[in-house]
Antibody, heavy 119, light 107 residues
Framework: QVQLQESGPGLVKPSETLSLTCAVS?????????WGWIRQPPGKGLEWIGT???YHNPSLKGRVTLSLDTSKNQFSLRVTSVTAADTAVYFC????????????????WGQGSLVTVSS | AIRMTQSPSSLSASTGDRVTIACRAS??????VAWYQQRPGRAPKLLIS???TLQSGVPSRFSGSGSGTDFTLTITSLQSEDFATYYC?????????FGGGTKVEIK
């Protein structure tokens, strides 16, 4: 059974970098396009952050880096220059296997990690 | 970015009721819509992809329909575990976008 678990600091200061890691069990990570991140501000809806190393939401203005560590079977998210608007629950997700040309939907989710941006 | 507009934003229903949630895309997205269920304090769960394809393990009381710009999620005979917030997502083009959500509450 595929399981994802986020970890990282729950509090980040404004202008600093948010870093989260997602440990995957029950499935081997082989390429970045299988994995992504979605966030949800408190009491609000879902926002796609990015999938793989290439496809990121332009709303985050180039502040996002997604990376993979196949030796540890985990992947990571970095968001630089954070502000209070980046306060959210961050979910790591697996892209549902589909036709190669099909854009992502998400079939496995971590439980979510609340990150608060505050001084 | 493609805008996904859900209606209503919330509704009250009773166990056993039939519930319909609408999702409208700002342009033609063919059938590239997925639906998710999010129970309070939990991660979303994928229910439907390609507008109408039920994911494995999802009860048959859930169904999806539509194409182009207008899509619908229907729950026949609402069960207690179905009280949750539902989101549509388009995967026709980047950036991937979600609807604002529809909260299904107990009447």
């Amino acid at each position: 059974q595929v399981q994802l678990q986020e970890s990282g600091p729950g509090l980040v200061k404004p202008s600093e970098t948010l870093s989260l890691t997602c440990a995957v069990s029950g499935y081997s990570i082989t390429n970045t396009f299988q994995w992504g991140w979605i966030r949800q501000p408190p009491g609000k809806g879902l926002e796609w952050i990015g999938t793989g190393s290439t496809y990121h939401n332009p709303s985050l203005k180039g502040r996002v880096t997604l990376s993979l560590d196949t030796s540890k079977n985990q992947f990571s998210l970095r968001v630089t220059s954070v502000t209070a608007a980046d306060t959210a629950v961050y979910f790591c997700v697996r892209v549902r296997p589909a036709k190669q040309w099909e854009l992502p939907t998400f079939d496995y989710w971590g439980q979510g990690s609340l990150v608060t941006v505050s001084s | 970015a493609i805008r996904m507009t859900q209606s209503p934003s919330s509704l009250s229903a009773s166990t056993g009721d039939r519930v319909t949630i609408a999702c409208r895309a700002s342009l033609d997205i063919s059938n590239y819509v997925a639906w998710y269920q999010q129970r309070p304090g939990r991660a979303p769960k994928l229910l439907i992809s390609a507008a109408s394809t039920l994911q494995s393990g999802v009860p048959s009381r859930f169904s999806g329909s539509g194409s182009g710009t207008d899509f619908t999620l229907t729950i026949t005979s609402l069960q207690s575990e179905d009280f949750a917030t539902y989101y549509c997502q388009q995967y026709f083009s980047y950036p991937l976008t979600f609807g604002g959500g529809t909260k299904v509450e107990i009447k």
